[in-house]
C-alpha cells in the first residue's frame, strides 16, 4: 500500500490570497483600535456631559440652600425641594443629613438602599466626590457634595443619572461602528484581493511568456504598451529585451550558416587536393604546389575566422576600449601607413584638430579596410583620399574617397552585410570588410554612409559623436 503524497494534495493559497489575508490582518488591527479610541471618546464624552448636568443640579441646590430662610430647617428645606424640583429626565437627588436622615426625590428607593449612597451619607464628604453605583438592575453615576450650614457640614447631597440611556446610545454606536468597520474591512480585502488578482495575473504573463522564449518560441510578446504603470513598463522592457534576444539569436544563426557556407569552399578545396596527392605518384613538385594551395587555404580560412570573431564580438557590451584620441595626429598615422598599399595618388585633405574617445585599434583597423577596399577598386595613378570633416558641434565624419567605378545606389544598403559581395572587382575578398565597419561605427555610436565621391568613385564615411571641443584648423597634407 502506497502513502499518499501530502505535499501534492495540501492546498497552497496564492500570491492574492496570501497578500489580502495579510492586509485583512492590518485593516482588522488599525479598525479596532479605531474602534476602540471611538468607543472610549464616545463614552468619555457621554460621562463628561452626564457629570457637567448633575454638577449643575448640586448648583442648583446649593443656591437654593443658601437662600431659604434662616429659621427653616435644612431637613424641611430638602424635602420641599425635592418634592418641588423637576429633574431631566433619568436623574434623581438624594440628601443625607448628619442625623442620619435620607431623602430622596422620586424613583430614589433604590439608590438609597444601596451601601455606597449610605456610606456617602454617613461619612459627609468634605469635597466632592463622583462615582458608579450598582443599585438593582440599573447602573448610576453619582455626583456627590456636602451641605454647608452655618459654616459647617450638615450632610451631603448627590445628584445621580441613570446610565440605561447613555448605555444604550453607547450600544448603537459601537454597533454602528462595528458594522461600518466589517463593511470597510471586507471592501478594502475584496477591493485589494481583485487588484491584486489582475496585477498577478499580467506578471503570471510575463512568466509564462518568458518560459516560451526559454523554450525556443522567440516571437512570443507581451504587446502591453497601452499601460504607464509600473508593471507596463515592465512589460515594456520586457518587450524590448526579447526583441533584442530574438534579433542575437537570429544573427547567430545566420552568422553561423555563413560561416558554414564560408568555410566548407576552402575546405573542400583543400581536402581535394590532398586526395588527389594521395592517389597520385609521389612527385616533389605536385607536393609542394599542393601544400602551398593548402596553406593559402588556411591561411584564408585564419583570416576569416578572425574577421568573424571581431564581428561576434562587436555585439557584446566590452567590446570597445575608448581612450582620447587626437585626430589630426591618428589621421596622418593612418595615412602614412596606406600610401605601402598601392601606387595610387593618396591625398588627405585639412583635418580639423579634434579630440575624440574611441577605440583607436578598431578604428584603425575599420578604416583600412575601406582604404583596402579602395585599393581593389581602383587602378594604378586613380585618387584615393582619407577626408575628415567636422559635424556642426556633435559629430565627426572620417571618409574614403576613390576615383574607382563606385557602387550603384541599389547595391549600397546590401555591401553593408555579410558576405555579401554583390559586383566586387575582386574575388579574394571575404566580403565582411564593410560589416565588419559598421559593427565598429555602431558600438561607437555612430553610422556609416555610401555615397558618390567628388572624385568620380565611390564615397564610405564614418560618422562618430565628437566628445570634444575642435582646435583650429590644420595645414592640409597631401
Known amino acids: 500500500m502506497t502513502t499518499p503524497d501530502v505535499g501534492s494534495t495540501r492546498h497552497h493559497w496564492g500570491t492574492a490570497a496570501r497578500l489580502t489575508t495579510f492586509l485583512a490582518l492590518v485593516l482588522a488591527v488599525v479598525l479596532g483600535l479605531a474602534l476602540l479610541g471611538l468607543l472610549r471618546a464616545f463614552g468619555s464624552q457621554t460621562d463628561a456631559s452626564t457629570t457637567r448636568s448633575l454638577v449643575a443640579e448640586l448648583k442648583a441646590f446649593a443656591v437654593a440652600a443658601a437662600q431659604r430662610p434662616p429659621s427653616q430647617p435644612i431637613a424641611t428645606f430638602s424635602d420641599e425641594y425635592l418634592r418641588t424640583r423637576v429633574l431631566p429626565d433619568g436623574e434623581t437627588l438624594a440628601v443625607g443629613l448628619d442625623d442620619g436622615t435620607l431623602i430622596g426625590s422620586a424613583g430614589t428607593e433604590s439608590l438609597l438602599r444601596s451601601s455606597v449612597v449610605r456610606g456617602l451619607a454617613s461619612t459627609t464628604p468634605t ?32 445628584a445621580a443619572a441613570d446610565l440605561a440611556q447613555a448605555n444604550r446610545d453607547l450600544g ?20 485589494a484581493y481583485l487588484l491584486l488578482r489582475r496585477l498577478l495575473r499580467r506578471i503570471g504573463r510575463i512568466t509564462v511568456t518568458a518560459a516560451d522564449l526559454g523554450s525556443g518560441a522567440l516571437d512570443r510578446r507581451l504587446r502591453d504598451t497601452d499601460r504607464t504603470d509600473e ?35 576552402p575546405l573542400t578545396v583543400a581536402q581535394g587536393h590532398l586526395e588527389v596527392l594521395k592517389r597520385s605518384p609521389y612527385d616533389a613538385q605536385d607536393v609542394d604546389e599542393t601544400v602551398a594551395l ?28 575608448t581612450e582620447p584620441v587626437d585626430l589630426r595626429s591618428f589621421c596622418a598615422d593612418l595615412f602614412e601607413s596606406a600610401q605601402v598599399l598601392a601606387d595610387r595618388r593618396w591625398l588627405l585633405p585639412s583635418v580639423p584638430d579634434v579630440v ?84 565598429v561605427a555602431e558600438a561607437h555610436g555612430g553610422s556609416v554612409v555610401i555615397e558618390d565621391s567628388s572624385y568620380g568613385g565611390c564615397r564610405v564615411a564614418l560618422r562618430l559623436p565628437v566628445t570634444a571641443d575642435a582646435l583650429p584648423e590644420p595645414t592640409c597634407v597631401s
Do not use: W
Not at 448603537?172 to 477591493?191: F, T
Not at 518587450?239 to 550558416?257: E, G, K, N
Not at 593548402?294 to 576600449?321: C, N, Q, T, W, Y
Open 294 to 321: 593548402v596553406l593559402d587555404e588556411i591561411d584564408h580560412m585564419k583570416a576569416l575566422v578572425e574577421r568573424l570573431l571581431m564581428l561576434g564580438r562587436a555585439m557584446e557590451p566590452d567590446f570597445l576600449s
Open 231 to 265: 508593471v507596463g513598463r515592465l512589460a515594456t522592457t520586457f518587450d524590448a529585451m526579447a526583441d533584442q534576444l530574438s534579433a542575437v539569436m537570429a544573427t547567430q544563426r545566420r552568422l553561423l550558416s555563413d560561416v558554414s557556407h564560408q568555410l566548407r569552399t
Open 172 to 191: 448603537r454606536v459601537r454597533a454602528l461602528a462595528i458594522g461600518e468597520g466589517v463593511i470597510a474591512l471586507l471592501a478594502g480585502c475584496a477591493g
Open 356 to 439: 575624440v574617445d574611441v577605440d583607436a585599434a578598431k578604428l584603425r583597423g575599420a578604416l583600412l579596410n575601406l582604404l583596402d577596399n579602395a585599393v581593389r577598386a581602383t587602378c594604378d595613378g586613380d585618387v584615393i583620399a582619407l577626408v575628415v570633416s567636422a559635424g556642426p558641434g556633435s559629430e565627426v565624419e572620417l571618409a574614403v574617397e576613390d576615383s574607382g567605378p563606385g557602387i550603384p545606389p541599389e547595391r549600397r544598403d546590401v555591401v553593408l552585410e555579410r558576405f555579401a559581395r554583390p559586383g566586387a572587382a575582386d574575388t579574394a575578398g571575404s566580403g565582411l570588410g564593410l560589416a565588419i565597419v559598421r559593427a
Open 127 to 158: 469635597t466632592g466626590k463622583r462615582v458608579h453605583v450598582t443599585a438593582g438592575a440599573r447602573h448610576y453615576l453619582v455626583v456627590a457634595a456636602p451641605i454647608i450650614s452655618g459654616g459647617r457640614p450638615a450632610g451631603m447631597v448627590a
